[in-house]
């Protein structure tokens, strides 16, 4: 595969650290701008749980196993990565933040902005928690408001909204530890829902008012877009994982049963399942087989999925944005693919929602594979990797460009070899005790000198005790 790592047109990698998988995503920019997956790494994830890390080798080994993956598809050391970061730690606040212009009516600058910003990260925050991202949303200039990219514009006072999301930093120190184990370097550590929503959200949606909600393996994510910026965010620690636990205990089977009978056969509604609908399953260790209906399989999921969409709602509700999506729910993730899962979200929040798919920025000639709802986190990665790399100023990008990329194969390297002249054949005892680097000589006649120099020996044909 020809790949061509250059300053205009990086490599990006996205490492999703989630809790059922380790997701590698090696993409660059193809002529059209579309995105060209180059390879996509995987593992299976044993050290997360509920989106944290909680055993660091084994995340770091199946860091490493992903990383492997992505490498002998595309070729290339893998060395900087970007990382999400999930988990119940995750909260947000609003902060308001007044910049006075040094010199009346002047130009407001991108770095008149970079200094907001840096105020806010000095915020005082909780023992333990760390800012993650600091989010601008509405600017004001002088008095005038609803202003969402002040950049050209003249003034003397300027004010923002902020929206920050903290997080603890054992939390993010454990990730980081785990990437540096796996010989990578973190560029940076980017909250999952928000790279969820940039693969799978459309402008409009975000204008006109959208709720994401991204359901993984330990943690069901929410993203809360009004007028194209971003209102709320909140991590539930409930998702697909307890749902296989709730089968597991439910119906008297083993995790890997559960886990199957969930994704083949798994609904979120019991009335649309059959009552005479029965799946036959193995015993455990020998005993008899167990039948399971469809409708109590169901029944199951159904009443956990109703409990985490009842927290998804009442966080709609504590934003203030109850009343103002009018593009309703979107919902992602492996989740997302129960059957009937649409319905009983409509059902449950009274808000029309759709499943996403990362799809309306991929080239055509990735595989299909890429474009299930479970890679959403890990494409967004990718996605806002791009926009990070497009801000960096020349300096910036040139600590980014070339070294950090080198092709894991190189040409093979011309040997010279010189023949050495031939030796000559040892005469005596000592010649032949000598270590001869190369020796092609008679291997006959040199055996002859020898054995006719130990019968003179007078070891031999003396006494052995003298």
């Given at each position: 595969m020809a790949i061509n790592h250059t300053k205009e047109n990086p490599i990006i990698v996205g490492l999703d650290i989630g809790t059922t998988k380790i997701a590698c995503i090696v993409s660059q920019r193809d002529q059209y701008g579309k995105l060209k997956i180059l390879a996509l790494g995987?593992?299976?994830?044993?050290?997360?749980?509920?989106?944290?890390?909680?055993?660091?080798?084994?995340?770091?080994?199946?860091?490493?196993a992903a990383i492997a993956d992505a490498e002998k598809q595309c070729g290339y050391k893998i060395n900087v990565v970007y990382v999400g970061i999930a988990g119940q730690h995750i909260a947000s606040t609003q902060?308001?933040?007044?910049?006075?212009?040094?010199?009346?009516?002047?130009?407001?600058?991108?770095?008149?902005?970079?200094?907001?910003?840096?105020?806010?990260?000095?915020?005082?925050?909780?023992p333990g928690e760390r800012i993650i991202h600091v989010l601008p949303q509405e600017f004001t200039i002088d008095n005038m408001h609803g202003i969402k990219d002040p950049i050209g514009m003249c003034g003397s006072r300027?004010?923002?909204?902020?929206?920050?999301?903290?997080?603890?930093?054992?939390?993010?120190?454990?990730?980081?530890?785990?990437v540096e184990r796996a010989n990578a370097q973190m560029l940076g550590l980017i909250l999952e829902p928000?790279?969820?929503?940039?693969s799978v959200l459309h402008e409009e949606e975000m204008e006109a008012g959208v709720v994401l909600v991204d359901i993984g393996g330990g943690t069901t994510d929410v993203a809360i877009f009004k007028d194209g910026i971003i209102r709320h965010t909140a991590v539930i620690p409930f998702a697909g994982n307890i749902i296989t636990s709730d089968i597991m205990d439910g119906c008297k089977m083993l995790r890997n049963q559960a886990e199957k009978l969930k994704v083949q056969f798994g609904s979120a509604l019991p009335n649309e399942m059959h009552e005479n609908e029965i799946v036959s399953i193995p015993g455990i260790a020998g005993h008899n087989k167990k039948e399971i209906s469809m409708r109590t399989l169901a029944s199951i999921i159904n009443a956990r999925m109703?409990?985490?969409?009842?927290?998804?709602?009442?966080?709609?509700?504590?934003?203030?944005?109850?009343?103002?999506?009018?593009?309703?729910?979107?919902?992602?993730?492996?989740?997302?693919?129960?059957?009937?899962?649409?319905?009983?979200?409509?059902?449950?929040?009274?808000?029309?929602?759709?499943?996403?798919?990362?799809?309306?920025?991929?080239?055509?000639?990735?595989r299909d594979?890429?474009?299930?709802?479970?890679?959403?986190?890990?494409l967004g990665l990718v996605l806002e990797g791009f926009k990070q790399y497009n801000s960096f100023d020349e300096t910036?990008?040139?600590?980014?460009?070339?070294?950090?990329?080198?092709?894991?194969?190189?040409?093979?390297?011309?040997?010279?070899?010189?023949?050495?002249?031939?030796?000559?054949?040892?005469?005596?005892?000592?010649?032949?005790?000598?270590?001869?680097?190369?020796?092609?000589?008679?291997?006959?006649?040199?055996?002859?000198v020898a054995f006719e120099n130990w019968f003179k020996d007078d070891r031999v044909n003396g006494d052995f005790e003298k």
């Open positions: 995987k593992a299976p994830s044993l050290g997360v749980t509920h989106g944290e890390v909680r055993n660091i080798k084994h995340t770091t080994d199946a860091i490493i902060s308001r933040g007044i910049y006075t212009l040094p010199i009346a009516n002047e130009e407001i600058t991108r770095e008149h902005i970079k200094i907001m910003l840096d105020e806010m990260h000095r915020l005082a925050l909780n300027l004010e923002a909204n902020f929206h920050i999301i903290t997080g603890k930093i054992t939390a993010a120190q454990n990730i980081k530890n785990c928000l790279a969820s929503s940039a109703e409990e985490i969409f009842a927290q998804v709602y009442f966080e709609i509700k504590s934003s203030g944005y109850a009343n103002q999506l009018n593009a309703g729910i979107v919902i992602t993730g492996g989740g997302s693919q129960l059957k009937h899962l649409k319905q009983m979200v409509e059902f449950t929040t009274g808000l029309s929602t759709r499943v996403g798919y990362p799809t309306s920025f991929l080239a055509s000639s990735n594979e890429l474009k299930n709802p479970m890679y959403a986190t890990g910036e990008k040139m600590k980014f460009y070339p070294e950090l990329f080198e092709p894991i194969t190189t040409e093979p390297k011309t040997v010279e070899v010189v023949l050495e002249e031939e030796p000559e054949m040892p005469t005596t005892k000592e010649d032949i005790e000598k270590p001869l680097p190369s020796r092609r000589g008679n291997i006959l006649k040199e055996m002859a």
